[in-house]
């Protein structure tokens, strides 16, 4: 049980599109996702906070206009990075979790890279 | 400002041996800590956690250790086995319980161990 997943597992956009990636916890209701973003040999770095049928909170220094986050139901949030750029290109990883839970569920995370 | 430290970035062990990995926190409302486990290309699978309330949680191979005064905690892996190579990252949470909480991660320890 517990199981989460993300789409795409990996994708390649040209600088100035946007990509929307998907997380899915497939068989329990998450209350509360979070995002996070992992650059080579660093720590993974949480994003925002998702509660679902509410705004994200995002932490000091993220972009709330370009990292849209959707949490619009109990078992699908989608992140999208908009006008992508080379910057942005890294591992961004989501996890789930509920009030039935100690602990967070992570996807398998997402590599972005950006022409 | 890095409140959770992993500073060993490598750690190579002989299988049957012990691993111990090393982790020192600076934010003194951290409450419970956790440790998660990562090959290349994948979501972190949790391991084994502790609360502030207790100085050791063992589960199976895995023991993990918490000194509050000194704001450090350690894994310990024994017997080490050849599939325990994987990045390990400490985590730590200033809010447990429910489903909102927070983690904030080292930059991981790889494991390496040798049969």
């Known amino acids: 049980g517990a199981v989460v997943s993300q789409h795409p597992s990996w994708v390649i956009c040209k600088s100035g599109t946007s990509v929307k990636i998907e997380c899915r916890s497939l068989d329990f209701q998450a209350t509360t996702m979070f995002w996070y973003r992992q650059f080579p040999k660093q720590s993974l770095m949480l994003m925002a906070t998702s509660n679902e049928g509410s705004k994200a909170t995002y932490e000091q220094g993220v972009e709330k206009d370009k990292f849209l986050i959707n949490h619009a139901s109990l078992t699908l949030s989608t992140l999208t990075v908009t006008s992508a750029h080379p910057e942005d290109s890294s591992f961004y990883i989501c996890?789930?979790?509920?009030?039935?839970?100690?602990?967070?569920?992570f996807g398998p995370g997402t590599r972005l890279t950006v022409l | 400002d890095q409140q959770v430290k992993q500073n060993s970035p490598s750690l190579s062990v002989q299988e049957g041996r012990i691993s111990i990995l090393n982790c020192d926190y600076t934010?003194?409302?951290?409450?419970?800590f956790l440790w998660y486990k990562k090959y290349p290309a994948e979501g972190p699978t949790f391991l084994i956690s502790?609360?502030?309330?207790?100085d050791k949680n063992e589960d199976g191979r895995f023991t993990v250790f918490l000194n509050k005064s000194a704001k450090h905690l350690s894994l310990h892996i024994v017997p080490s086995q050849p599939g325990d190579s994987a990045v390990y990252f400490c985590?730590?949470?200033?809010?447990?319980?429910?489903?909102?909480?927070?983690?904030?991660f080292g930059k991981g320890t790889l494991l390496t161990v040798n049969p």
């Open positions: 934010n003194s409302m951290f409450d419970y």
């Open positions: 996890s789930a979790t509920d009030t039935d839970y100690n602990e967070q569920f």
């Open positions: 985590a730590a949470s200033a809010s447990r319980g429910g489903s909102n909480y927070k983690l904030t």
């Open positions: 502790i609360s502030s309330i207790k």
